[in-house]
């Protein structure tokens, strides 16, 4: 169970009678929320994941083809902002959850850094159309929506608990508060507290006041306390950097430790930009298997379809268990959409040369704000399509800023963690691996492999066979084969 949101003033939502059929399509009153707390919520969800529209094309455009060229970087913005304002748009309307999307992380370096310097880009991006459009028919036949079902309610539950783990070491590093060591690899100790174990830049001063704004803020129930939040480390932030001149991080290709991390939050000479759409319609599904044959591509996309099912799978699990809107099989409304939806925005930005577009963890900061429906998903994707044409201005709120978002609603998902039954070691033990591996890995699908192998491995030594769902042991197979995918592609190529 999550923190609820605290309370709107004015009169209730009554479930039992909407207001208007914008409120009764949307089920605004019907999930306990209002108006408000839907425009709040995508604000919120915007300003933590806005960094995509920088950072995609920095993955992307820093790769090369195996022609020797590369992206240009103003056009990855623009299709990235493009993509991510209308996938997350489309959730809103045919799903109705809170679930903004975007280009996935993870899966855009392994495009740029193993995919295209085998191929031309066009290749590469053909073969996420070809996962995307695998996914969906999954979706449509049922079988991915299946699968989902068949995993245990307190697995679920731990999912959503790692998630929050998750989110709270990216905030925490993305904002520069925890870091390598310089010597890790002669160090007991591989990361460490800001720069040598202490807080010397203003950076990350500004993301330790914003946390703590945040959190009395939440402490004290106070409307929009994520979104204050932000903003007010925002402003903070600008203020800060035109006093002291902070920098980047990296100046003329030399680090700066104490510099922004990504965004240097000063108020920008230019607001208004146009977009530069010419990378859409750029991919080719045929051509990569002629140039390095069937298996190559195979592998890859294997290796696509698996991230993008159990991430997307997490995901959706997470965000209904923050909002309270899970059924008592730890199922999210209208979970067949979502699925589905994610599968043709997998396809969507393929074909737009930015990557496997996927749902996104961080849209927990929106269903924190009070964000229960897709209402707060036309905002969010309203303001990515305004980021096409205003970019400059969307790139004033920094990481350390949007970071204090991404630890406090951490700390509302790690609530659930209490619902888990310890003392049954056969769910405790996959629980534990669950939440422990999605940090420490930095991947959400590698704690859902171990914890389904684990469930099932368990099971069966305890003599228990029967309680596994037999569409488990399918996935926890798939998984053992994405684990030893390194051992299988150097014996097969």
């Given amino acids: 169970m999550s923190i609820a949101p605290p309370p709107d003033h004015g009169t209730p939502p009554d479930p039992a009678h909407p207001r208007n059929a914008f409120d009764r399509f949307f089920l605004i009153s019907a999930r306990g929320s209002t108006l408000s707390r839907e425009l709040r919520g995508g604000f919120a969800t915007f300003f933590t994941m806005a960094y995509i529209v920088v950072l995609n094309p920095l993955i992307l455009g820093s790769g090369k083809d195996g022609d020797g060229r590369s992206l240009a970087i103003p056009a990855l913005a623009a299709a990235t902002a493009l993509v991510a304002g209308l996938m997350t748009i489309l959730m809103g309307v045919v799903a109705r959850f809170p679930i903004a999307l975007a280009a996935g992380l993870g899966v855009n370096a392994l495009v740029a850094y193993e995919i295209a310097p085998q191929m031309t880009w066009a290749d590469a991006?053909?073969?996420?159309?070809?996962?995307?459009?695998?996914?969906?028919?999954?979706?449509?036949?049922?079988?991915?929506?299946?699968?989902?079902?068949?995993?245990?309610?307190?697995?679920?539950?731990?999912?959503?608990?790692?998630?929050?783990?998750?989110?709270?070491?990216?905030?925490?590093?993305?904002?520069?508060?925890?870091?390598?060591?310089?010597?890790?690899?002669?160090?007991?100790?591989?990361?460490?507290?800001?720069?040598?174990?202490?807080?010397?830049?203003?950076?990350?001063?500004?993301?330790?006041?914003?946390?703590?704004?945040?959190?009395?803020?939440?402490?004290?129930?106070?409307?929009?306390?994520?979104?204050?939040?932000?903003?007010?480390?925002?402003?903070?932030?600008?203020?800060?950097?035109?006093?002291?001149?902070?920098?980047?991080?990296?100046?003329?290709?030399?680090?700066?430790?104490?510099?922004?991390?990504?965004?240097?939050?000063?108020?920008?000479?230019?607001?208004?930009?146009?977009?530069?759409?010419?990378?859409?319609?750029?991919?080719?599904?045929?051509?990569?298997?002629?140039?390095?044959?069937?298996?190559?591509?195979?592998?890859?996309?294997?290796?696509?379809?698996?991230?993008?099912?159990?991430?997307?799978?997490?995901?959706?699990?997470?965000?209904?268990?923050?909002?309270?809107?899970?059924?008592?099989?730890?199922?999210?409304?209208?979970?067949?959409?979502?699925?589905?939806?994610?599968?043709?925005?997998?396809?969507?930005?393929?074909?737009?040369?930015?990557?496997?577009?996927?749902?996104?963890?961080?849209?927990?900061?929106?269903?924190a704000e009070g964000a229960r429906t897709g209402v707060a998903n036309l905002v969010t994707g309203s303001l990515f399509l305004l980021a096409m044409f205003l970019a400059p201005l969307s790139l004033i709120v920094p990481f350390e800023a949007a970071s204090t978002a991404l630890v406090v609603v951490g700390f509302l998902m790690m609530t659930a963690v209490r619902t888990i039954d310890w003392t049954d070691y056969e769910i405790a033990i996959p629980a534990f691996l669950t939440i422990a591996l999605m940090p420490f890995t930095y991947s959400i699908s590698n704690g859902i492999g171990a914890g389904v192998i684990s469930f099932v491995l368990l099971k069966v030594a305890k003599g228990k066979a029967r309680e596994v769902h037999p569409l488990l042991y399918g996935v926890a197979a798939l998984f053992i084969v994405y684990f030893l995918r390194g051992p299988v592609e150097s014996v097969l190529l």
């Fill in 125 to 367: 991006m053909g073969l996420v159309v070809i996962e995307g459009v695998l996914i969906g028919i999954l979706v449509l036949t049922g079988l991915r929506t299946a699968v989902f079902r068949s995993v245990p309610t307190q697995l679920k539950t731990a999912i959503g608990v790692g998630i929050g783990l998750f989110l709270t070491i990216i905030g925490l590093v993305d904002a520069g508060f925890v870091r390598r060591v310089p010597d890790a690899a002669n160090s007991t100790v591989p990361v460490g507290l800001g720069i040598n174990g202490k807080i010397v830049s203003w950076p990350m001063l500004v993301f330790v006041v914003g946390l703590l704004i945040t959190l009395v803020l939440v402490v004290r129930r106070v409307r929009g306390a994520i979104l204050i939040g932000i903003l007010a480390s925002t402003v903070l932030a600008i203020v800060v950097e035109a006093i002291a001149n902070v920098g980047p991080s990296f100046v003329d290709g030399k680090p700066n430790p104490k510099g922004w991390a990504l965004n240097v939050p000063e108020l920008p000479k230019q607001i208004v930009d146009v977009p530069d759409l010419s990378l859409l319609g750029q991919f080719n599904v045929l051509n990569s298997w002629s140039r390095v044959g069937w298996l190559v591509p195979l592998m890859f996309i294997f290796t696509l379809l698996i991230t993008d099912f159990f991430d997307t799978m997490g995901t959706m699990v997470a965000i209904g268990q923050e909002g309270d809107m899970l059924d008592e099989t730890g199922t999210p409304p209208k979970a067949k959409e979502i699925l589905l939806v994610d599968s043709i925005a997998a396809a969507a930005g393929g074909a737009a040369s930015v990557s496997s577009n996927t749902s996104y963890i961080e849209s927990a900061a929106g269903v």
